[in-house]
């Protein structure tokens, strides 16, 4: 399922390109995504809402979530899927415009866009602009009047509804920054429609993230189209987006809804809630990241030690520490978030061992894996493999301990190729004032 299999000599290979070829070219810690496979999971998600919602009378957009993994070449990627693509800061915009991709076709997220955030939006052309407050409206009426711009918004909704995964992560229930609250969503419709300069599209809630359980949406879907109902009286209201948040397999305990029974579930709720409504069924849009980008990518490392501490009367805990750590993937820190590792440079048939993969960093909760089972020798210069890294790591990554950020490389059809290139010495140096002298790290 990741695009990954074993080579005569029992290393991984993903895309055609082996675990130590990739080590040799590019070093460790390494992200790699598996590019056919991303490629795949966008096209798949697009044919199944697509397929999903003419059943029904309608269509269908899929937006990709560019905040789980951005870069030129990705963003080239989801364009020739035929993917929109949706941003939420300048950066990702100015991202998605050094790589061509068509502005009309961008959703622009926010809940505190800058003035000058919200005028390249607007001036470059952005499809449409997810409004997140009431204040947002009237500055992004100005801005547009200013450019001769009609431009098109979607109302963020905080339906109330709580999806059930991490706290962190549900960022609908109602006592939180995002959306604005569903009885005052009426007003905020009128307010944009009085504006010539705007544009009502639709209604837009996303609930959370790394969610398995249908109710949730199911939910949102069915308060959000009450609304959507009400509002048809004032004027046309042709869309709605129901976010993203599809729950991805990070270790065998996850089990994650394939995309074309999420989209069938998705028609089905829609257009029974508007059957019931006696609305017709608006085009349905939804922005998954995770699920299109996070499956595909793998993160390898090398082990530089391994030790065996006693726990209590648990027995004994081996810790396997490698080159990298919470710097490329913040989650199981953040999130107390669980993945899976392999040894990827060689097979052994040692016993599995109970192991905790660590990182590198100054920090007790720097773990890389909580638990999973590796052979029992496994030893420095093994390299590892943790599965699922596409996503939410490269982006959430820092520079913490002054580590650089590993570099992103493509592998398809036997071939690799960078993303964006890992970060040296130099740049880790580069934006200290006092440092005037060029430091060459050793090699
Ligand atoms: N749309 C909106 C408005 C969002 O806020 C998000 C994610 C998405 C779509 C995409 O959600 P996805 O399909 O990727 O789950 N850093 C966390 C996840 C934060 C998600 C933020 N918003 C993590 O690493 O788990």
């Known amino acids: 399922r990741h695009g990954d299999g074993q080579s005569s000599g029992g290393e991984l290979v993903v895309g055609g390109v082996s675990a130590s070829a990739l080590k040799a070219q590019y070093g460790t810690p390494l ?35 560019g905040k789980a993994f951005l870069s030129a070449g990705v963003a080239r990627w989801m364009e020739e899927a035929g993917l929109h693509l949706d941003v939420c800061s300048g950066g990702e915009l100015a991202v998605a415009l050094a790589a061509g991709f068509d502005t009309a076709r961008i959703g622009y997220h926010g809940n505190n866009k800058s003035v000058a955030e919200i005028q390249r939006a607007v001036t470059v052309g952005v499809g449409v602009i997810v409004v997140d407050s009431a204040i947002e409206v009237q500055r992004i009426a100005e801005i547009a009047a200013r450019h001769g711009v009609r431009q098109k918004l979607r109302i963020r909704v905080n339906s109330g509804v709580h999806a059930s995964t991490h706290d962190y992560l549900a960022t609908a229930h109602e006592d939180q920054k995002f959306g604005i609250p569903l009885d005052d969503v009426p007003d905020i419709a009128v307010a944009i429609r009085a ?34 109902k009400e509002l048809l009286a004032g004027g046309p209201l042709p869309e709605l987006n129901l976010g993203g948040g599809f729950g991805i ?3 065998t305990a996850d089990d994650p809804t394939p995309v074309g029974e999420i989209a069938r579930q998705f028609a089905e709720i829609v257009a029974a809630e508007c059957a019931r409504l006696e609305i017709p069924v608006p085009i349905v849009a939804v922005e998954p990241g995770r699920s299109i980008i996070g499956t595909p990518g793998i993160t390898l490392y090398e082990v530089g030690t391994t030790k065996d501490v006693q726990v209590g009367d648990l027995g004994v805990r081996r810790y396997v520490s490698v080159d990298g750590g919470m710097s490329d993937n913040a989650r199981p820190a953040l999130y107390g978030a669980d993945y899976s590792v392999r040894i990827a440079s060689r097979v052994s048939d040692v016993e599995p061992a109970l192991v905790r993969v660590a990182g590198k960093h100054c920090e007790s909760g720097d773990i890389v894996v909580n638990a999973d089972y590796l052979p029992g020798d496994v030893q420095p210069g093994d390299l590892l493999a943790v599965a699922a890294t596409g996503a939410y790591c490269w982006s959430l990554s820092s520079n913490y301990n002054y580590l650089g950020r590993p570099p992103v490389v493509a592998v398809r059809g036997g071939t690799s190729r960078i993303l964006i290139h890992g970060e040296t010495e130099a740049d880790l140096l580069r934006h200290d004032a006092d440092i005037t002298v060029a430091v060459v790290a050793p090699q």
């Open 249 to 251: 397999a990070y270790t």
């Open 31 to 65: 992200y790699v995504l598996d590019e056919d496979n991303v490629r795949a999971r966008a096209t798949a998600a697009l044919t199944a809402f697509r397929g999903a919602f003419q059943a029904v009378g309608s269509s269908a957009k899929v937006y990709y979530a």
């Open 195 to 228: 504006e010539d300069s705007l544009e009502l599209l639709g209604l837009h809630s996303h609930i959370g993230s790394q969610i398995f359980d249908a109710r949730g949406f199911v939910e949102s879907a069915s308060r959000l189209l009450a609304v959507h």
